[in-house]
């Protein structure tokens, strides 16, 4: 690794050469750097924005979960099998799908190594659950914080290693020659001056686990200090897959947190606030039968992610009516576990159905409040809140429907090889799942993208990223970027008020309900904004120039999901998965508006993975086949032969 000192104009740029960079500090990118290492290549360093920030670190849910291959008992499984339920999610690369299956096991094991204390029972099998889309119990899980229990045991190998990261660096271009990336220039967020603004990293390989686009959104479940950085690589030239599909679901907002499995299965009182401070109890206004009502809150607890063919008979319509309250008539909406629904001082068990009452019967947890059955079935959950300032037995939960995860991302290859050569990416921002994905399957994603990443930086060293001449190239990105930093610095600061404008209007018009009708518009409006960024834009201190690189972000990734979303519909695309595409001809919930009306897609593009490319002055998108299934397998001397020549790294 080598710093040196570059004069571009009247200003001076730190510069690092290395042979792989890699950016992000969560459970993907810090396993992608140590996996680095395991496989000889040294000359490494990782750039974050900030050490102790990302969802990996800082996210959760009642049970957080790791999928892979089933290891205990007599359950049959095979990377096959489990590619294929993979698969079967829709719109998903086989061979993606394969490497997913086929490198869970030494993946997990990887963690299990490093510290993540996943359970066994007395002869060391690895037991496991089913969680949604999984018909093999494949899952398993630390508890609430499974991700940050990864992040922190990787971290801590990474230390070990000293691997050098480079702290308070925001990624705000990478640096092509031609078509390949040679490297990235970062905004130094602790800069007090123009010659302390930039960095630069020349790379052979450059690796983006920079997680999901959170910055897209108003309503999230991604933590604060979250916001993804995909704007920059679609600036690059990559390609976007599968920006569709998303995962919805109820989540606190304050803290930001999944509010599934226990805290829907104890059944507590859904209220809304209007601006006066009037409560409703907006779902007994829906439901006629509590019976009914009472259980869909409780299916909510495992089917949390909002699904469409779960709305018109399902629990669904939970998330619906609350995106209703809060949306569409601007209410407050909270989880109250200190009163029972319907004002009941005992709820009548023997009404709910069969799943429901068993459940609670078998907990012993028919009895009192929601908030005593929580402390009864599951004490860390109350503690959980309790930790984060929120005493559950004094005040109501504030909660909204909220984005939780990007199944899509950028495009990818079978080694996590995005279209530009030597750019990879993995994690959430790497778009490796379909429709639907087996929950806990993201936490493997990560750890096998990260791992199929190294192998591959490994063995295909060869790039010009130090034969071009890199302080020529780079200078156009440094010069363009200081004079929008100088335009935007002074005046009245603007750049948070714009970016709530711009998530408010991503959660109106393309979240979990969508209109059609208005991808045009807001499209237009997200792309003024972007093309007018340095005028429109500003900031009263240069510590606040980060601030406005994340809304540059979000609105270049605002225009390319919505994108999507209007070539998806142009293809005759329905709703499927976590969206609803409102539809005059559909149906609507039984009680619900007319806006509410959509048609379910019949299945015609589940075979097509929609790609999309930012031109620079528009956009071109493309419905491609899925890559099938491979076979796998192979004769044993033949892979062997193979394997000696290449470690079948091609």
């Given at each position: ?126 037991v496991?659950y ?6 093999r ?13 990864m ?13 050098k ?8 271009e ?32 450059t ?14 479940v ?27 679901g ?22 809304s606030?209007d ?11 829906y ?53 029972n ?19 609670l019967?078998n ?27 929120v ?30 050569p030597h ?15 087996p ?12 791992t ?10 060869e ?51 969508r ?79 007319s ?27 493309v ?20 394997y ?7």
């Open positions: 690794m080598k710093e040196t000192i570059i004069k571009i104009g009247d200003i001076s740029v730190k510069k690092v050469t290395l042979d792989a960079v890699i950016i992000g500090t969560g459970a993907a990118g810090y396993n992608c750097a140590l996996r680095l290492s395991d496989y000889g290549v040294d000359d490494i360093a990782i750039i974050t924005e900030g050490v102790n920030m990302g969802t990996s670190r800082n996210t959760g849910s009642d049970k957080q979960t790791y999928y892979k291959m089933n290891l205990c008992a007599d359950y049959p499984d095979s990377p096959k099998a489990m590619a294929q339920d993979l698969f079967n999610g829709k719109c998903v690369d086989g061979d993606i799908a394969y490497a997913e299956a086929a490198l869970s096991v030494m993946s997990f094991l990887h963690l299990c190594e490093l510290g993540v204390e996943f359970p066994v029972n007395r002869y060391g099998e690895y496991g089913k969680t949604d889309h999984d018909p119990a494949r899952a398993t899980s630390v508890g609430p914080l499974t991700s940050k229990m992040t922190e045991c990787l971290e801590s190998a990474v230390q070990k290693r000293k691997i990261i480079y702290d308070k660096l925001q990624i705000i990478f640096i092509k020659n031609g078509d390949t990336c040679v490297g990235v220039l970062c905004l130094n967020k602790a800069s007090q001056n123009e010659n302390e603004r930039f960095v630069l990293f020349n790379s052979k390989n690796v983006i686990a920079t997680g999901g686009p959170a910055g897209i959104y108003s309503n999230t991604y933590p604060i200090g979250h916001h993804g950085a995909s704007g920059v690589a679609f600036e690059a030239g990559v390609k976007g897959r599968n920006l569709t599909e998303w995962q919805y109820l989540a606190s907002t304050a803290p930001r947190w999944n509010v599934s499995g226990t805290y829907m299965q104890v059944l507590p009182r859904f209220v606030v601006e006066n401070g009037n409560e409703y109890e907006f779902l007994n206004e439901f006629d039968d509590i019976g009914v009502c009472l259980s869909k809150i409780f299916k909510k607890g495992y089917e949390w992610p909002f699904d469409c063919k779960k709305v018109l008979s399902g629990s669904s319509i939970i998330d619906l009516l609350v995106f209703r309250e809060n949306v569409m008539k601007g209410r407050r909406v909270y989880l109250d576990f200190r009163k629904p319907y004002g009941l001082d005992e709820l009548p068990y023997d009404k709910l159905e069969d799943e429901a009452r068993e459940y019967e907990a012993h947890a028919c009895f009192g409040t929601p908030l005593a059955r929580l402390q009864f079935m599951n004490m860390p959950a109350y503690d959980l809140y309790l930790s984060k300032g005493d559950l037995e004094k005040e109501m939960l504030e909660i909204a429907l909220c984005a939780q995860h990007n199944n899509g991302g950028l495009d990818i290859d079978m080694w996590w090889q995005t279209n530009v750019l990879f990416a993995c994690g959430e921002v790497a778009g490796s799942h379909g429709v639907y994905r929950g806990g399957s993201a936490l493997n994603a990560g750890q096998v993208g990260s199929r990443c190294a192998q591959y930086i490994s063995r295909h060293q790039n010009d990223a130090f034969d071009c001449d890199f302080d020529t190239l780079c200078a156009g990105a440094v010069n363009k970027h200081l004079e929008i930093t100088r335009c935007i610095l002074g005046g009245e600061d603007n750049v948070a008020s714009l970016t709530d404008k711009y998530q408010r209007l991503m959660d109106e018009v393309a979240g979990p309900i209109d059609a009708s208005r991808f045009d518009s807001a499209q237009c409006e997200f792309m003024g904004a972007f093309e007018d960024f340095k005028s429109i834009v500003k900031v009263n201190s240069q510590s606040r120039l980060w601030l406005a690189y994340r809304l540059r972000d979000a609105l270049l990734g605002e225009m390319m999901y919505i994108g999507a979303m209007k070539a998806y519909t142009m293809a005759g695309g329905k709703s499927r998965g976590s969206a609803i595409y409102t539809s005059e001809n559909g149906t609507a919930p039984a009680n619900m508006e806006v509410f009306r959509f048609e379910l897609d019949d299945g015609a593009l589940n075979d097509k993975i929609f790609e999309i490319t930012y031109t620079g002055t528009g956009f071109g998108s419905a491609r086949p899925v890559r099938e299934l491979p076979e796998g397998g192979g004769f044993f001397e033949n892979i062997w032969r193979e000696r020549e290449n470690k079948n790294i091609y």
